[in-house]
């Protein structure tokens, strides 16, 4: 079956620690993108990337990084400077060109404190 | 810069019913695109609906329909013969076609389903 996967589903930080989040799509799509989820605020931005090789931040960059190595794989790194990295996050995809405009989410990570 | 506004941040509807979710939006571009997405407990993010700025035909998928007046900017959804199953978490979404490639969302309405 074609989609997006996530893992993991749950995962736990200690303070100071690096964590990585994984997304991987199988529906030959160019355009990737991570976003945030807080109670009440909807989706927030974080990164997204249109090919691959190539990324730009979105509008809460602060604290995360990814990378874009391969066109299936967008993993996301929550770093020790993300202060509050509790949430809920949700990887999509977009196959990319200015015809396909809909985007597909995976099931999402919820990321907890410890 | 664009922005989606939903003023209703929970909802209630009697099963078998119809309800409606408002949607505002702002922005200076002329196409773009408009979703409805749904969010149930799972979290699983669903897309229910898309329009096409430059349609005049309000979109409909089976219960759901859409109610797009682009003058006024505003992105409304109709669920019709409401069930139980429809109870969720409703996001209002933007994509322009400028290049920016970020879609905008808005923060959601929550609707309950009344048996």
């Known amino acids: 079956d074609g989609g997006i996967t996530q893992s993991p589903k749950y995962l736990f930080r200690k303070e100071g620690q690096n964590v990585t989040l994984s997304c991987e799509q199988n529906?030959?799509?160019?355009?990737m993108y991570w976003y945030r989820q807080d109670p009440g605020q909807g989706l927030r931005l974080i990164y997204y990337?249109?090919?691959?090789?190539?990324?730009q931040k979105g509008d809460i960059a602060e604290g995360y990084s990814v990378s874009r190595e391969k066109k299936e794989s967008f993993p996301l790194t929550v770093t020790s400077a993300q202060k509050n990295p509790t949430a809920f996050y949700l990887c999509?995809?977009?196959?990319?060109?200015?015809?396909?405009?809909?985007?597909?989410f995976g099931p999402g990570t919820r990321l907890l404190v410890l | 810069a664009q922005t989606v506004t939903q003023s209703q941040p929970e909802m209630s509807v009697q099963e078998a019913e119809t309800v409606t979710l408002s949607c505002t939006y702002d922005?200076?571009?002329?196409?773009?695109?408009l979703f409805w997405y749904k969010q149930p407990p799972s979290r699983q993010m669903i897309l229910v609906i898309r329009?096409?700025?430059?349609?005049?035909q309000n979109a409909t998928e089976n219960r759901f329909s859409v109610n797009f007046q682009k003058a006024a900017k505003s992105f409304s959804l109709k669920i019709s013969d409401s069930q139980l199953g429809d109870a969720a978490m409703y996001f209002c979404?933007?994509?322009?076609?400028?290049?920016?490639?970020?879609?905008?969302f808005g923060t959601g309405t929550r609707l309950k389903v009344l048996a």
């Open positions: 529906l030959n799509h160019d355009a």
């Open positions: 979404a933007y994509w322009g076609t400028s290049g920016t490639y970020k879609y905008i």
């Open positions: 990337s249109q090919i691959v090789n190539d990324f």
């Open positions: 999509a995809s977009r196959l990319g060109s200015n015809s396909q405009e809909t985007q597909y």
């Open positions: 922005t200076s571009e002329s196409d773009y695109y």
């Open positions: 329009q096409e700025a430059y349609k005049q």
